[in-house]
């Protein structure tokens, strides 16, 4: 089956930090793979994706790019602020048992001080 | 154009009780999928619907259903409620459903939420 290995957090950093969150993941097929974020009290909102090996998906000064050779889609950016504070999910979406389906990390909440 | 909308957005019920809540997709989305967020579990897919048609389900009990309609709006019951059905119920939709191995995948568009607690 389909299955992804977030880096726990939480991930607490200063403003204008470099932040990394490790994701890699088993898949079927040829997933698209994305990032979510979940700010409190609110649904997930899509922050990136990449649909084929070296793509690089990019939002808001976040990257990831899609390395099908690792099977990893880890997500960075150079100089975080404290509105980035939030919890990060990494998605891969998969044809699975004849339909597809979002499976999701476990997250990371990211903590960003001023 | 109008995101994933979820109705109620938040619900208190006894033990026993039964639930459904409702989502609207965005216009033109016919795939709508279902998730419980929970601290302890995190995200869990629960089923998957597409064109009226249930086309994955997660490995939850019997007492958590769902449906879709000729308009792509679906609603989720939970029957006999517990107390760990306490959770963010979310809602998904995306444009297009054709399961393909080799194809670019949709991405998933969020409601909200609705936060049930069962007392």
């Known amino acids: 089956g389909n299955s992804v290995t977030q880096m726990e957090g939480p991930v607490t950093l200063s403003e204008e930090a470099f932040l990394t969150i490790n994701c890699t993941y088993t898949?079927?097929?040829?997933?698209?793979l994305f990032w979510y974020v979940q700010y409190p009290g609110e649904g997930l909102q899509l922050l990136l994706k990449?649909?084929?090996?070296?793509d690089k998906g990019s939002n808001k000064g976040f990257e990831a790019t899609y390395r099908k050779e690792t099977t990893s889609f880890h997500l960075e950016k150079g100089s975080v602020q404290v509105s980035d504070s939030a919890v990060y999910f990494c998605a891969p979406r998969a044809c699975w048992g004849g339909s597809e389906k979002l499976v999701f990390g476990k997250g990371t909440k990211l903590t960003v001080n001023p | 154009k109008a995101g994933v909308t979820q109705t109620p957005r938040y619900l208190i019920k006894t033990r026993g009780q039964q639930v459904t809540l409702s989502c609207s997709p965005i216009s033109g989305h016919r795939s709508v999928s279902w998730y419980q967020q929970t601290p302890g579990q995190g995200l869990q897919f629960l089923f998957e619907?597409?064109?009226?048609?249930?086309?994955n389900k997660g490995n939850f009990p019997g007492r958590f259903s769902g449906r879709q309609f000729s308009n792509s709006r679906s609603e989720m019951n939970v029957s006999t409620l517990e107390l760990g059905d306490s959770a963010l119920y979310l809602c998904?939709?995306?444009?297009?459903?054709?399961?393909?191995?080799?194809?670019?995948?949709?991405?998933?568009?969020f409601g909200q939420g609705t936060r049930l607690t069962v007392v």
């Open positions: 998904a939709s995306s444009f297009w459903g054709r399961p393909s191995p080799n194809k670019s995948k949709p991405e998933a568009f």
């Open positions: 619907y597409f064109s009226e048609t249930q086309r």
């Open positions: 898949a079927t097929g040829y997933p698209s």
């Open positions: 990449a649909t084929k090996a070296d």
